[in-house]
C-alpha cells in the first residue's frame, strides 16, 4: 500500500522544484535588505541591497490579491516569497529584515522569506511611533 502524501510532503516538493534561476542582467548580490510594509490594507515587500537600491519588489495586488484579500496573513507570505525569489535570481542569500506598519501581514511575511530559504540576519521594527504628532483621524463607527 503505498503511503499517504501529506502537506509537508509537497511542501518540500514545492520548495524543491523552485530553482533559483539567474536573472539577465545578473547583479550578483549576496546580502541586502528586506523592508517590509504591512498597512491594513496591503503588504509591501521591496528588496535592496546595501545601499538602498532595489532588487526586487511585491506586493499583494500584484500577486492578484485584490480587495480585502491583500490584507490576510497569506498574501503577505506569498509577497514576501514572490519578492525573495526574483531576488534569489540576482543571487541573495542574506536578508536583514526591517519591518514597518501595524499590518497583519508582519510575521508571516518574515516566515515567508524564511521559508524560501534566505538567511536572516536581524529583523528591526522601524514603524514610526510620534511623540504626540498629528491629531489621529475620527473613530469608525459601524
Same mark, same amino acid.
Given at each position: 500500500?503505498?503511503? @499517504?502524501? !501529506?502537506?509537508? *510532503?509537497?511542501?518540500?516538493?514545492?520548495?524543491?522544484? +523552485?530553482?533559483?534561476?539567474?536573472?539577465?542582467?545578473?547583479? =550578483?548580490? !549576496?546580502?541586502?535588505? @528586506?523592508?517590509?510594509? @504591512? !498597512?491594513? =490594507? /496591503?503588504?509591501?515587500? #521591496?528588496?535592496? *541591497?546595501?545601499?538602498? =537600491? +532595489?532588487?526586487?519588489?511585491? #506586493?499583494?495586488?500584484? &500577486? =492578484?490579491?485584490?480587495?480585502?484579500?491583500?490584507?490576510?496573513?497569506?498574501?503577505?507570505?506569498?509577497?514576501?516569497?514572490?519578492?525573495? %525569489? /526574483?531576488?534569489?535570481?540576482?543571487?541573495?542569500?542574506? +536578508?536583514?529584515?526591517?519591518? #514597518?506598519? $501595524?499590518?497583519?501581514?508582519?510575521?508571516?511575511?518574515?516566515?515567508?522569506?524564511?521559508?524560501?530559504?534566505?538567511?536572516?540576519?536581524?529583523?528591526? *521594527? +522601524? !514603524? $514610526?511611533? $510620534?511623540?504626540?504628532? &498629528?491629531?489621529?483621524?475620527?473613530?469608525? %463607527?459601524?
Amino acid at each position: 500500500m503505498p503511503k @499517504a502524501v !501529506t502537506a509537508e *510532503d509537497l511542501l518540500k516538493e514545492e520548495l524543491s522544484a +523552485v530553482k533559483v534561476r539567474k536573472a539577465k542582467g545578473s547583479k =550578483n548580490i !549576496t546580502s541586502g535588505i @528586506a523592508n517590509i510594509a @504591512a !498597512t491594513f =490594507n /496591503n503588504t509591501i515587500v #521591496s528588496i535592496t *541591497d546595501a545601499k538602498g =537600491n +532595489v532588487i526586487s519588489w511585491s #506586493s499583494a495586488g500584484k &500577486c =492578484n490579491f485584490r480587495g480585502s484579500r491583500k490584507s490576510t496573513a497569506y498574501a503577505a507570505q506569498v509577497v514576501a516569497q514572490d519578492a525573495a %525569489r /526574483n531576488a534569489m535570481a540576482h543571487g541573495l542569500k542574506e +536578508v536583514q529584515i526591517r519591518v #514597518s506598519g $501595524p499590518g497583519l501581514g508582519r510575521d508571516s511575511a518574515i516566515r515567508g522569506l524564511q521559508a524560501i530559504g534566505l538567511e536572516i540576519s536581524s529583523i528591526i *521594527d +522601524v !514603524t $514610526p511611533v $510620534p511623540h504626540n504628532g &498629528c491629531r489621529p483621524r475620527k473613530r469608525r %463607527r459601524v
